[in-house]
C-alpha cells in the first residue's frame, strides 16, 4: 500500500531535478503521474519533450503508471488541455505539482533587462496561477456534482522571496507563489482542496550546491542536498492524511522541515500625539520601533507613545 494509492497527479517541471524527484517518488507511492516538462534551459531557452518523457517512461519501466506532456506552464489555454487530457485518459485529477521554474543570469536592477523580468514572472507566478485557475475549475465542478474527493495543490516557494535575496525577479515571483498559496487555500478550502508550499534546498542544475541549507541539524550520512526530502514532503502534502493543513508554506532543508511563520506586526506601537500623524514626530517614534534609541525615547509627554497591545492585521 502506498500514500498515493492510484492517486492522480500532475508535475510541473517534473523533468529534472526536484521535480524529477517528486514524480519518482510519487509514483513509488502508487500515483499515476503526469510528468510535465517543456525541457528547456536552466534560462528558460528552447524546448525539448524527451526530458518528460524519460521520466514518464523510467517510472513506467519500474512498473508504475505515468504519462508525458510538455506544455509550458505559461501556456494557460495549453494547460487546459493538458487537463482535459488527463482527465480523459486516467478519469480524474487528484492533485497538482507547481515546480517548474527558471532563473536568469543578470538580476541586477540596472541590467536586467524588461524581457527577462517578464520571463521569471511568467514561469513561476503566472505558471502557477495557470494550473491553480484550471485546477479550481475542475475541483469545484467536482464539488459541485456531489464528489467530495477534495483535491491537493503543492506550490514551490523559496527562501529568497520569502527571507529576501538580491535576485531580483527571482525573490519577487517566489514572494508572489506564497502569496497565491495563501489566497488560492482560502478561496478552495471550502471545496476540501488544500493548497501549501514548500521552500525547498536540493543539489540540481539551478543550485549545483551554491546555497547550502543553514541548518546544521543534520544526522551523521544524511545527504542535506538530496532532492528526496522534498519530495517526501510533497507526497504527504498530496495524501488524504494531509486533509487537515492548507495555507501554510513548510521550509524543507535537509531531513529538517520546519513551518515558515510569515510577516507579524511587531508588538511595539507607536500613537501619534495628535489625530493625525505628522512627518515631525516619527524621526524618534521609528527609531523606537527599530531599536535604534531605547524604549524610554518614546515622547515622556505623551502617554500614549507606549507598547499596545492586540495589533489587529489588515
Ligand atoms: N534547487 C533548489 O535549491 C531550489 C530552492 C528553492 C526553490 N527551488 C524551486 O524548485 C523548482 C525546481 O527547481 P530545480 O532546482 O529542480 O530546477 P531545474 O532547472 O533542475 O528543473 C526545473 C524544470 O522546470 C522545467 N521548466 C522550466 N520552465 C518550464 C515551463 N515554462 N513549463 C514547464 N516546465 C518548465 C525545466 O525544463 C526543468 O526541467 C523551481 O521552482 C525552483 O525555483 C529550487
Redesign the pocket.
Known amino acids: 500500500m502506498g500514500l498515493l494509492d492510484n492517486k492522480v497527479v500532475i508535475v510541473?517541471?517534473g523533468?529534472?531535478?526536484?521535480?524529477?524527484s517528486h514524480a519518482l517518488t510519487l509514483a513509488r507511492q502508487g500515483a499515476v503521474v503526469v510528468v510535465?516538462?517543456?525541457?528547456?534551459s536552466?534560462h528558460?531557452e528552447g524546448t525539448d519533450a524527451t526530458?518528460a518523457e524519460a521520466v514518464a517512461e523510467q517510472i513506467r519501466v519500474g512498473g508504475g503508471s505515468a504519462t508525458s506532456d510538455s506544455?509550458?506552464?505559461?501556456d494557460h489555454q495549453g494547460v487546459g488541455r493538458l487537463f482535459r487530457r488527463t482527465i480523459e485518459q486516467f478519469g480524474r485529477i487528484d492533485g497538482v505539482v507547481n515546480?517548474?521554474?527558471?532563473?536568469r543570469p543578470n538580476e541586477l536592477l540596472t541590467a536586467m533587462t524588461e524581457r527577462d523580468f517578464d520571463a521569471v514572472l511568467a514561469?513561476?507566478v503566472k505558471?502557477t496561477f495557470n494550473v491553480l485557475a484550471h485546477a479550481a475549475l475542475y475541483f469545484q465542478r467536482r464539488w459541485n456534482e456531489g464528489d467530495r474527493s477534495g483535491g491537493r495543490v503543492v506550490n514551490?516557494?523559496?527562501?529568497?522571496g520569502l527571507r529576501g535575496s538580491p535576485a531580483l525577479s527571482?525573490s519577487t515571483a517566489?514572494a508572489g507563489i506564497a502569496a497565491l498559496t495563501i489566497s488560492a487555500a482560502m478561496q478552495l478550502r471550502p471545496y476540501g482542496v488544500t493548497v501549501n508550499a514548500i521552500?525547498?534546498?536540493?543539489?540540481?542544475?539551478?543550485?549545483p550546491g551554491a546555497?547550502a541549507p543553514a541548518s546544521d541539524a543534520h544526522a551523521p550520512g544524511v545527504d542535506p542536498l538530496a532532492?528526496d526530502h522534498a519530495s517526501a514532503l510533497v507526497a504527504y502534502l498530496l495524501s488524504d492524511a494531509a486533509s487537515w493543513l492548507t495555507g501554510q508554506v513548510l521550509r524543507v532543508d535537509g531531513n529538517v522541515v520546519r513551518r515558515y511563520e510569515g510577516w507579524k506586526v511587531g508588538p511595539r506601537a507607536y500613537q501619534g500625539r495628535g489625530e493625525v500623524l505628522e512627518a515631525d514626530e516619527l524621526d524618534d517614534a521609528l527609531r523606537v520601533l527599530y531599536g535604534v534609541l531605547p524604549v524610554p525615547y518614546l515622547d515622556p509627554a505623551n502617554p500614549r507613545s507606549v507598547e499596545l497591545p492586540g495589533v489587529t492585521e489588515t
Open positions: 510541473t517541471g523533468g529534472r531535478g526536484l521535480g524529477r510535465n516538462d517543456v525541457g528547456c536552466v528558460g526530458v506544455t509550458s506552464v505559461t515546480n517548474a521554474g527558471i532563473v514561469v513561476h505558471g514551490t516557494t523559496s527562501g529568497a527571482y517566489k521552500s525547498p534546498v536540493a543539489r540540481t542544475r539551478m543550485n546555497f532532492p
